[in-house]
């Protein structure tokens, strides 16, 4: 059974870091870019992160460049989400995904994601 399993949310200082992971399993893993997607109260679904199955990493929207790194371990079939220099509004549950594909694409879309996890709650206080 395919499983995504994130940890690490947490209550944390603006300025503060963070690093959130997904523990994958049921299928496999180094064959598929798998990604974040976080949810704000009151917003939509919004794409972070992704990382190919090669390894290529993508941060899609401005406010997280520079700030958030994605990276992956295949051997242990996690993937890392690194958060640095922390905002309030960086504050969401964080979702990891497994995209239908190896690429990220273009852009980050619900429509291509596979598989979701239940969510991590981040909360970064002012």
């Known amino acids: 059974q395919l499983q995504l399993v994130e940890s690490g949310g947490d209550l944390v200082q603006s300025g503060g870091s963070l690093r959130l992971s997904c523990a994958a399993s049921?299928?496999?893993?180094?064959?598929?870019?798998i990604g974040w997607f976080r949810q704000a109260p009151g917003k939509e679904r919004e794409g972070v992160s992704c990382i190919s199955s090669s390894g290529v990493r993508i941060n899609y929207p401005d406010s997280v460049k520079g700030r958030f790194t994605i990276s992956r371990d295949n051997a242990k079939n996690t993937v890392f989400l690194q958060m640095n220099s922390l905002k309030p509004e960086d504050t969401a549950v964080y979702y990891c995904?497994?995209?239908?594909?190896?690429?990220?694409?273009?852009?980050?879309?619900?429509?291509?994601?596979?598989?979701w996890g239940q969510g991590t709650q981040v909360t970064v206080s002012s």
């Open positions: 049921g299928f496999t893993f180094s064959e598929y870019a």
């Open positions: 995904v497994m995209f239908r594909s190896n690429h990220c694409g273009s852009e980050l879309s619900t429509t291509r994601v596979g598989s």
